[in-house]
């Protein structure tokens, strides 16, 4: 029943999660592997949190995208002890963060609610406890909480905007 879950129910689910987060290759039963093993540590108290607020799939696909964009740069298994690029490419990479954090900057000015902004900043990009952030705004850790929900749901608009627009 769960691999019928994971790789025949929810397989549209995770390929849409797959080319959203990863601009690489990344194997689809590794993927899912991973995803599993994620949702059934410490007993499965991720399962066990899920409040039926939405469907099992929207909480799964929402999930599933946060789990993969943390652990997006470990997808790829190099068993090898080598380097990956020469000294060289250092420059390419370092410019190629530079974009990716300009790309991020460009989706926050085409957010209408600079509170939305400044929730994601903080809870996710500088790593704030949740608890100071709510209480450096004045609100309620739950209020929090939504708030951070419909900012996430937001950017995703956007960003689902901006493919769409330049392909990217």
């Known amino acids: 029943m769960t691999e019928e879950f994971f790789f025949g129910s929810c397989r549209p689910l995770f390929l849409s999660v797959m080319k959203l987060v990863f601009n690489y ?14 949702l059934m540590e410490d007993d499965a108290v991720k399962l066990r949190n899920f409040q039926y607020r939405s469907t ?25 002890k080598e380097t990956p690029y020469d000294m060289r490419s250092m420059h390419c990479l370092t410019t190629e963060k530079a974009s990716e954090k300009g790309d991020v900057e460009r989706l926050f000015t085409w957010m209408n609610n600079k509170r939305y902004v400044l929730v994601i900043q903080r809870l ?22 939504n708030i951070k929900r419909r900012a996430m749901t937001q950017l995703t608009r956007v960003a689902l905007n901006d493919i769409k627009e330049y392909g990217k």
Do not use: C, H
């Not at 099992?56 to 090898?80: A, C, P």
């Not at 996710?124 to 909480?145: F, H, K, R």
């Open 56 to 80: 099992v799939y929207q909480w799964l696909k929402i999930l599933s995208i946060r789990f993969f964009i943390k652990k997006k740069g470990r997808m790829i298994d190099d068993k090898s």
């Open 124 to 145: 996710i990009l500088e790593d704030w406890e949740p608890e100071q952030l709510a209480e450096d705004m004045g609100i309620t850790t739950a209020n929090l909480y």
């Open 25 to 38: 290759e990344v194997d689809y039963d590794e993927m899912v592997n991973e995803l599993y093993i994620y």
